[in-house]
């Protein structure tokens, strides 16, 4: 069998090199900035807790600590959201959590300051609690995309995974709500070693709940993978995934897209060679930097995302030990020197 990683991996080189030739370009130009005054894109990670406990929950999202760690209330969103219009806005916003669902109406509230200055969204959901009344509210907003996770193309699978009985029904049900409404749904699959086989089922299904793309990642060794080691694929396993995406791509062609998530590292090389634009909000109001860093540069109950980012969000991927870090990422394993770096967040 071909190597389908190392063919996977040097696209996406190839990728980065091309995206970092033209940022140089168009900033020699003077049409791309080299830094900016402002955060353009942030991840509002609106809570800790969650209705599910899915095993390879990178947030631990719903464990205890996760849960009396959240700082930040629907107020506090309001104030950050008001805050960042009053600064000239951002371009998009990534609601998640947690399950940013489960902040019922206090979401909408949080959602609409920034709605009405222009920024548009991606919301990450397992979808579990949409319905009629608030399929029909998600309506109003513009977005990047609406994104539900499903992992696996039947209940046992998917539940099973998911921790809670029953899940699959209301998820799917869900994700057929946002599509019917308008609202451009991508369907999110973690693939693991037990529902492999099925990958082309869970195309079809994503196909057939009416999703412009799928998108395929397998799981990473942090939060609660790490814990549950037997649901990180193989070398092997990793190789047929990648060819299966492949054929499967050619195969659905014209009809859904198939994404995959970008290897660690290289998503990483590429925040080194662009100017820094974003990062993450936490539910206790750290800025972190990305979902799989474990540093943090301030937080927003303790003093101001300007004051904050002019101090150190715009060169904080270059800091020392960041790189330190992103070089220690293992290239089989995509995991960093720091293990379980999750709760335990530096500050930079
Ligand atoms: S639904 Fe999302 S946030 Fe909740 S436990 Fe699963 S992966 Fe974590």
Known sequence: MKDYIKIFEAADAKRAKREKENIIAL??????PKKYSFPTTLQFELTGACNL???HCYNRSGDDDRIKNTRMTVNEWKRLAGYIVDNGGIF???ISGGEPLLLGDGLFEIMD????????????TNGMLLNEINIKKFKRYRYFWFQISIDGSSAELHDSFRGVKGCWEKTVAGAMGVTSSGIPLVVAHTVIPKSLPLLEDMVKLAYSLGAGSIMIGEVLPSGRAIYNKNIILSHEQRNYLYEQINELSIK???RIRIERSMNVRSSMARYLSQPNCGGIIRPNGDF??????PFSI??????????????????????????DFIRSIDEETQQGDILNHVSEDIRI
């Open 27 to 32: 900033q020699k130009e003077g049409l791309y």
């Open 53 to 55: 406990a899915c095993k």
């Open 92 to 94: 998009q916003c990534i």
């Open 113 to 124: 300051i920034l709605h009405e200055d222009g920024t548009s969204f991606v919301v990450i």
């Open 252 to 254: 659905y062609a014209g």
């Open 288 to 293: 972190r930097l990305d979902c799989m860093v």
């Open 298 to 323: 301030g937080n927003v109950l303790e003093s101001s995302l300007k004051d904050i980012w002019d101090r150190s969000g715009c060169d904080a991927w270059h800091n020392p030990l960041v790189m």
